[in-house]
T-cell receptor, first 112, second 113 residues
């Protein structure tokens, strides 16, 4: 059974810092990995999707990497802003399935 | 347009009521999903419809009844719910046989009294 873990569970940083969120998964037979952002009480916003054949994806200040063989992904946020405060979730999809397995999430607070 | 819409935004219902949640997307996606999310927990998959047919049911109690009347619409019919069913219900869609990237709606906050 796939298990997805995110470290740290919570993170508080001052504005302007660069930061890294970690995601690990136990079964490396994944089809893709998605990073999402969720504001309190809201739906999920897709940030980045990395296919299993890719090593990284970039969007603006966000960069996500994938090391499938070691079961790890990282989300790098450059020059953090208070508007980045949210919960960040990673999720994996297996080949042949349409089921997303979510990680436990990292709650990020960026202080002005 | 990458929007998934859900109605209503909030719903309060008694344990004997019957209500329905609605989800709509116009991205041409042929897979649609219902997730349940409790506070401070990640979403948990409930149902998957692929090409308007139920393909995954994650052993959800029968008081939750999904329906996919066409490729753009997904409903979740609720009957005789329990207080522990109170949660945020999220709908998502994706296109099979491509990236399977899932797009989520804003959710319906359900409270069962």
């Amino acid at each position: 059974k796939q298990e997805v873990t995110q470290i740290p569970a919570a993170l508080s940083v001052p504005e302007g810092e660069n930061l890294v969120l970690n995601c690990s998964f136990t079964d490396s037979a994944i089809y893709n990995l998605q990073w999402f952002r969720q504001d309190p009480g809201k739906g999920l916003t897709s940030l980045l999707l990395i296919q299993s054949s890719q090593r990284e994806q970039t969007s603006g200040r966000l960069n996500a990497s994938l090391d499938k063989s070691s079961g790890r992904s990282t989300l790098y946020i450059a020059a953090s802003q208070p508007g980045d405060s949210a919960t960040y979730l990673c999720a994996v999809t297996h080949t042949g399935f349409q089921k997303l397995v979510f990680g436990t999430g990292t709650r990020l607070l960026v202080s002005p | 347009d990458t929007e998934v819409t859900q109605t209503p935004k909030h719903l309060v219902m008694g344990m004997t009521n019957k209500k329905s949640l609605k989800c709509e997307q116009h991205m041409g996606h042929r897979a649609m999903y219902w997730y349940k999310q409790k506070a401070k927990k990640p979403p948990e998959l409930m149902f998957v419809y692929s090409y308007e047919k139920l393909s995954i049911n994650e052993s959800v109690p029968s008081r939750f009844s999904p329906e996919c009347p066409n490729s753009s619409l997904l409903n979740l019919h609720l009957h005789a719910l329990q207080p522990e069913d109170s949660a945020l219900y999220l709908c998502a869609s994706s296109q099979p046989w491509t990236t399977y990237e899932q797009y989520f709606g804003p959710g319906t906050r359900l409270t069962v009294t």
